[in-house]
């Protein structure tokens, strides 16, 4: 029988068709990355008390509004989100998806790290009032996105790394 296509070549799978899926993935968590830097960019810590409020940012800078009788430390909490973020970019954009996993998990636990620390953010000043402190926003979206990428990239890794090389058949 003459045909123009081969039902063989069609079935199986020939080496280098993932590219398409590696490239989807690598761009998939290039974005998540930048979700991430994106949402560190959020309140991280709430402060409130009976004379006014603070709200801290990402790089450990307080705003204040009213009068807080309170020592409110300094917490770059962001900047260590940065770090493992980079590593993850750089490891999906480079192919090399074990290396994206791994920053994408030090992300997660980099996102969890303001929930232990919360206690230590709140340094009263003797005599003064008390001052109740929340975590906000951006360390709950940045656990939920570093889980998200950390699957994400676990996927990439099974699928374009762990994945058995095609036969070739004669």
Known sequence: MLSIVSLDNIARP??????????ITKWAIAALGALLVAVTLLPWYSAHNDGGSAQM?????????????????????A?????????????????????AVI???????????????????????????AVAVEVTTAPQLVVAVALIASITCWIGFARCVLRPAPREEA
């Not at 940012?57 to 909490?77: K, S």
């Not at 980079?86 to 090399?96: D, N, S």
Request: aromatic share 8%.
């Open 14 to 23: 020939r080496p280098g068709d993932h590219t398409i899926e590696a490239a």
């Open 57 to 77: 940012a990402g790089w450990g800078v307080w705003t204040t509004t009213g009068e807080i009788d309170a020592n409110l430390r300094l917490m770059p909490l």
């Open 79 to 99: 900047l260590l989100v940065y770090l493992p973020t980079g590593v993850m970019v750089y490891g999906a954009l480079r192919g090399a998806f074990g290396i």
């Open 103 to 129: 920053g994408a998990m030090a992300t997660f636990v980099a996102g969890l790290l303001p929930f232990m620390l919360e206690p230590a953010v709140d340094r009263h000043a003797p005599g003064g009032s």
